[in-house]
């Protein structure tokens, strides 16, 4: 019995349970974000898909009635090539089946960047994205999601495959041919993931690949984008009018650049956070040793001092009821349907969030221990600045799949560490699934 129970059998169990609850969710018709659900957001995805049915391809993409944050490339991929397209079912099957493509792709991403792993840890390790309460939504339902992370995916592993032959002219080539295109890509599938864009750009920008070669890389990066701002003109703004006109509190033109959503930096610390913290019992220091470290800095001070800044600019300027109650009924992050379910009383409520702020706040100065992982990280507190609502599916699993492939901030990979970041995870999904079964 002894020999059975091993860490390897224990880690292809876990394994084999992910999986299994992956096809479970489906099944059941799990909705664990929200989204999900008949009367959920694929309602107005099957708005489009109709105009794309009963219109011809130019017509469609400019059509007035056209709804979402997104480009039409979605649409006109699967008229043109998804034979399922116009049978809502079977379409939610060919979208499930795709998805399951995102932890292969995950594995082998993790197999060239952790040589040394044990296979069945990175194996383990890859199904992470099957956790994420919004990954599983979009698969079950067939909602938009799903397209750019796994299109994300395979441009880093292009990226990384690109970077490792640099020398082997034929094969760098073409991966970076691939990594430029899937990347832009992705773009299409879902804005936010312009920061994939720019972090291959860069990437490639400061390989060791000739300067012609890189004139090439910019100039087909331009190609690709060339259709994104025929839309951006013909719209007048990044996303079709229609949205425009049903989000005024989002900058979706340029006449809504000056509407900064201030308070978004504080919910925005909160869910990357909430990402990072199992992260920080994986990096290769000791978690004591980390925290040893951050007080014996001289920035440690200066660290402290801005979130309390915030808060109490926050405090002074913004009404608490108003901007959490009143203006937002969905949004904000699990920090705060936590602190909704806790406190009834609004004082309290809003003490427990600028607590929190300030702790995610130390959590993300943690982990972050190097120049390329602040710019990044930086994106997302840039763009929420201009988003709303902010929903915590903008950032999950994107900051996963960033600490696991692209973070600079080394991590230990061992059973004990990826046991407790699968617990993480699991647990997040449990919570989700019970909190929208109760108001949905």
Not at 61 to 67: A, E, R, T, V
Not at 321 to 348: M, R
Request: hydrophobic fraction near 50%; charge should be positive; aromatic fraction near 22%.
């Amino acid at each position: 019995m002894n020999k059975f129970i091993t860490k390897r059998n224990i880690t292809y169990l876990i394994f084999s349970l992910i999986i299994f609850s992956f096809f479970q969710g489906f099944y059941y018709d799990e909705n664990s974000a929200g989204a999900g659900g008949y009367n959920g957001d694929i309602t107005w995805i099957l708005n489009n898909i109709e105009i794309f049915k009963n219109n011809k391809i130019q017509d469609a993409i400019l059509h007035d009635d056209l709804f979402g944050n997104r480009s039409p490339l979605i649409y006109i991929i699967n008229k043109i090539f998804n034979p399922f397209f116009y049978e809502y079912e079977n379409y939610r099957i060919t979208i499930f089946i795709y998805s399951l493509t995102g932890p292969i792709f995950i594995y082998f991403c993790l197999k060239n960047r952790y040589s040394k792993t044990n296979n069945e840890l990175i194996i383990l390790l890859s199904s992470i994205i099957l956790l994420s309460p919004y990954y599983r939504t979009s698969a079950y339902w067939a909602l938009n999601e799903n397209y750019g992370l796994v299109t994300s995916l395979i441009s880093l592993l292009f990226l990384n495959l690109c970077l490792e032959n640099i020398k082997i002219i034929k094969k760098r080539n073409i991966f970076l041919f691939f990594t430029i295109f899937f990347s832009s890509l992705s773009v299409y599938f879902d804005l936010k993931l312009i920061i994939i864009t720019i972090i291959c750009f860069f990437y490639l920008m400061n390989s060791k690949i000739e300067f012609r070669l890189k004139s090439y890389t910019f100039l087909i990066y331009l190609t690709f984008g060339i259709p994104y701002l025929y839309l951006i003109l013909e719209w007048n703004g990044i996303v079709p009018p229609r949205t425009q006109a049903a989000n005024v509190n989002t900058a979706t033109n340029l006449s809504r650049l000056a509407d900064l959503h201030v308070y978004h930096l504080g919910y925005v610390s909160t869910i990357i956070g909430f990402y990072l913290f199992p992260f920080l019992f994986l990096k290769e220091k000791n978690f004591f040793q980390i925290i040893n470290n951050f007080f014996r800095s001289k920035w440690s001070l200066l660290v402290l001092i801005i979130p309390i800044l915030y808060v109490l600019y926050i405090y002074l300027s913004i009404e608490f009821q108003s901007y959490t109650v009143d203006d937002y009924w969905i949004g904000l992050g699990v920090v705060n349907k936590t602190a909704n379910i806790l406190f009834n009383d609004i004082y309290k409520k809003e003490i427990f969030t600028y607590f929190i702020f300030f702790l995610s706040w130390i959590v993300i100065c943690l982990y972050v221990d190097n120049l390329i992982d602040i710019l990044i990280l930086s994106f997302f507190f840039v763009i929420s600045l201009f988003l709303w609502p902010l929903m915590q599916e903008y950032f999950d699993p994107i900051i996963v799949i960033l600490c696991l492939m692209i973070f600079k901030t080394k991590m230990k990979l061992d059973y004990y560490n990826i046991y407790f970041l699968i617990f993480y995870f699991a647990i997040f999904l449990a919570i989700a699934n019970v909190y929208y079964s109760k108001i949905i």
